[in-house]
């Protein structure tokens, strides 16, 4: 039995109480056209993705064993960090000098997790959160705008997207 690898791409939209989020295979990693199906996807209450991310699996046919047909899981290999459509990029000191009411929260937050940026969404219902050493902030072409790699300081992965566990 071989295994084969499959790409997908994973959508995120502002939901409720969490992200929505809606998964696509793609041929490759391309942030172009992850950019281009992420247009055509739309959630609940008319949410659009504020990013996406790409995973990898490892698969295998489903299997017969003693006359009984078996579907085998499939295990991820590897991922990205997020890719945000449109976002914008604050630091911790940007956000705590604001004023606005409306993120008393959001500066609470900051201060109290010792968050170092954070991005907030400009193409979808409002979404603001973490910002990682392995994310990027693109345009509605697909173009890199912001890594988090040129940033200084930024933890190395995110709770939603952290280093994929063995076993």
């Known amino acids: 039995m071989k295994a084969h690898e499959r790409n997908y791409v994973v959508f995120y939209s502002p939901g409720t109480v969490v992200s929505e989020e809606t998964s696509k295979p793609i041929e490759e990693w391309d942030v172009k056209v992850a950019v281009k199906m992420a247009m055509k996807i739309t959630e609940r209450h008319g949410a659009t993705p504020y990013g996406f991310r790409f995973e990898r699996y490892k698969e295998v046919d489903p299997m017969t064993v003693e006359g009984t047909k078996f579907k085998v899981e499939p295990k991820k290999v590897a991922e990205s960090g997020v890719y945000f459509i449109t976002g914008e990029i604050r630091t911790a000191a940007q956000v705590l000098a604001g004023t606005d009411p409306r993120e008393d929260i959001l500066r609470s937050n900051v201060e109290i997790n010792k ?4 991005v907030t969404n400009k193409n979808s219902f409002m979404y603001t959160g973490i910002f990682y050493k392995d994310d990027f ?22 709770m939603m997207h952290g280093p994929i566990q063995e076993g």
Request: hydrophobic fraction near 40%; charged fraction near 35%; avoid cysteine.
């Open 137 to 158: 902030v693109v345009d509605l072409d697909g173009e890199i705008i912001v890594k988090g790699t040129d940033l200084e300081g930024l933890p190395e992965k995110g």
């Open 115 to 118: 968050i170092k940026v954070v």
